[in-house]
């Protein structure tokens, strides 16, 4: 046939080799070591057969490239080399493997740790290095860094040449980690998606020493994911008590205080994050969360205009935002934020709805009504949606379409009291006094505050 296939993997995963359950901190084979086949067209005539030089995820897309026959922009467009001619039975020139991680560094403030590869022997640089001669060693046990000097010595010279040719790092104090649209996305992921800010890696404490520290860190942020709040938060402050430099730490009790509902921890736990990372947008949104739980709105605001103003206002914080204003009534302001939401990701559920709601309370109803009716078709909050779209319909003189709506709110929540009364309300408009009373003293027994503002209404 003409299809070609590659298969492989991002990463392996440590499966408690070397003490690592997953994956990301350490640089063993057992996490870096992956398959990769390739499959070639049938005009190709390439029989199965195995290869056994060393080469590098970066090597597939030139490879891929090589196989379809589409030209490089130019000999550098490419850090990665083809691997054609070595499936095809050429000699090959011998490669060299290279593999870095940075979340030691970017998550804990540790030293991130760099691995260089050439014939058998493989260097780990740490502040704590490591040499392995994979042929005699392949579970990588015995450290012979001191006893080879002349080989660690050439591969470190080796490593120091490839990373001339990067990219210059970025300055201590920033953390690699900067953008919280993309940490979102990790965290979304089941990642320990936080930017710590980071220090010269030269004087950072090696990782093997502090994993320790980190398994305890795992465990419990594991017992969170797990719901087990309780069990999270006490080893977490155990952490804490021994690391109070660990700003993962503090962010996460404040994660989990918000979760037990307890916005004054959380926001003690968060205070402290800030502290340590002031530049972390995350920790205002969670703060703007706890303020909000204690029913502080304008506290709640406060966390979150200045990363607007200054430009640091991730999605969701655009998201809490406008919601806030929506609460608070300033609603010209909200409808701003829910069209820059849309702006960033079109047809935000959330925004789609929100802005619906803010049109109508603007007595745009309308244009509200074309968003709300959009909100509905994506199955969002139907209740509240359904509300909103009878005071349209109602103020639009569709008084029948918003007897419909308002009951389709009281369907999808039936203890959810303002639809009933608009209801009640849209009946005594229509001069159906009887069954607006029914209505009225169903929503008596729902709200009675409700039932306090509006009974005069109903007893003349």
């Known amino acids: 046939g003409r299809t070609l296939i590659v298969a492989t993997s991002d990463h392996g995963e440590g499966l408690g080799d070397h003490g690592e359950e997953e994956h990301g901190y350490f640089l063993y084979e ?21 290869i056994a030089d060393l080469v590098q995820s970066i090597d597939i897309l030139p490879t891929v490239l090589q196989v379809l026959e589409i030209p490089q922009a130019g000999d550098s467009a490419m850090e990665g080399r083809g691997l054609l001619s070595a499936m095809l039975g050429k000699r090959s020139r011998l490669g060299f493997a290279y593999a870095e991680t940075l979340y030691p560094w970017t998550t804990f403030g540790w030293s991130p740790l760099f691995t260089f590869r050439e014939g058998d022997y493989k260097l780990v640089r740490a502040p704590q290095p490591e040499l392995y001669d994979l042929q005699q060693d392949s ?41 919280s649209d993309a940490l979102e996305k990790l965290g979304a992921l089941g ?35 797990a719901s087990q709040l309780d069990r999270s938060t006490l080893l977490l402050e155990a952490v804490a008590r021994q690391n109070p430099e660990l700003f993962i730490v503090h962010f996460s009790l404040g994660k989990n205080h918000l979760k037990s509902r307890q916005p ?8 402290r994050a800030h502290q340590l990372n002031p530049g972390f947008a995350q920790i205002d949104l969670l703060r703007a969360e706890a303020y909000a739980m204690k029913g502080d709105l304008p506290g709640a605001v406060r966390q979150l205009e200045p990363l607007l103003k200054d430009g640091r206002a991730p ?40 802005l619906g709601i803010s ?31 009878g005071i349209a319909l109602a103020n639009l003189n569709r ?29 005594l408009q229509m001069g159906e006094r009887e069954e607006a009373q029914r209505e009225f003293s169903q929503l008596c027994r729902l709200d009675a505050g409700l039932c306090q503002r509006f009974r005069d209404r109903f007893d003349r």
Not at 400 to 425: C, F, G, K, M, V
């Open 30 to 50: 057992e996490v870096i070591r992956i398959p990769l086949i390739f499959k070639l067209p049938a005009r190709y005539g390439v029989r199965a057969r195995r």
């Open 191 to 225: 990642y320990l998606a936080v930017g710590q800010p980071v220090a010269e890696p030269q004087a950072l404490a090696d990782p093997k020493q502090k994993f320790p520290v980190y398994q305890q860190v795992l465990r419990g942020l594991q017992a969170a994911e």
């Open 139 to 179: 579970r990588e046990g015995t450290n012979l860094f001191s006893s080879r000097a002349a080989v660690a010595n050439r591969l470190q010279e080796s490593l120091s040449r490839l990373e001339s040719s990067f990219s210059a790092p970025k300055a201590a104090g920033a953390s690699p980690l900067a953008d």
């Open 359 to 389: 049109l109508v309370q603007l007595r745009r109803y309308a244009e509200g009504l074309g968003f709300l009716d959009e909100a509905l078709e994506k199955g969002s909050t139907p209740a509240l949606i359904e509300n909103f779209r």
């Open 315 to 354: 999605l969701k914080g655009l998201q809490q935002l406008a919601s806030l204003y929506q609460q608070m009534g300033r609603f010209e302001e909200a409808e701003g934020l829910w069209r820059r939401v849309l702006e960033k990701r079109a047809g935000d559920d959330q925004a789609v709805m929100g």
């Open 264 to 271: 004054e921890r959380a926001l003690e736990a968060l205070d």
């Open 399 to 427: 008084r029948p379409e918003a007897l419909t709506a308002y009951r389709q709110a009281i369907a999808s929540n039936p203890t959810y009291a303002h639809p009933r009364l608009n209801l009640a309300l849209t009946l």
